[in-house]
């Protein structure tokens, strides 16, 4: 997926908005069913008003009003929304899923779009210290979840070399 400052050097069409705001979503429902239903609520709130940023903000703050309001309903752990390959793009799709709303939205911006600190302070209305603190705790859970332990080869057993 392009950064955002990428699709905004090339100019905002609507088909372009659509795409980054469907994708974005859906790296924080990790479910198209729920992106959709994002997405609705993103167009309702914007009343015709297609503009990239203001679209953006829209979807960040409508998923965390969503996410905080509604914590323990429709879990995005739930195995019907989690990709069906075994690749590294869906385990770390995986990963992000189990992060907590705050720290996944804030990792999307930065590491997907490719937006600043001060960016995403902007965006989310979080302050520019949490997201500074929501960055480090969520890219600390993803590296304990992905990568393996000091020792530990990321082959599975039945590949290891016998001693």
């Known amino acids: ?12 069409s609507s088909e372009q908005i ?44 409508i998923y965390i ?18 990709p069906k390959k ?15 709303p705050a720290e996944r939205l804030v990792l999307v911006l930065r590491e997907v779009l490719g937006l600043g600190y001060v960016e995403i302070a902007e965006m989310t209305g979080i ?6 603190r929501l960055l480090n705790t969520g890219r600390w859970a993803l590296r304990k979840q992905l990568v393996p332990p000091p020792g530990k080869s990321r082959q599975p057993e039945k590949y290891s070399v016998a001693k």
């Open 127 to 132: 302050e520019k210290t949490a997201v500074t």
């Open 65 to 82: 009003n969503k996410a905080t309001s509604s914590l323990g309903k429709n879990s995005p752990k739930d195995k019907r929304s989690l």
């Open 18 to 61: 659509v795409n980054l705001l469907y994708n974005t979503g859906y790296r924080l429902t990790g479910s198209h069913r729920e992106t959709q239903k994002l997405l609705k609520d993103v167009f309702n709130a914007l009343n015709g008003n297609i503009n990239l940023n203001t679209a953006l903000k829209s979807l960040c703050l």
């Open 86 to 100: 075994n690749n590294s793009t869906n385990k770390v799709q995986e990963a992000l899923l189990t992060l907590p």
């Open 1 to 12: 997926m392009p950064k955002l400052r990428e699709i905004s050097k090339r100019g905002n």
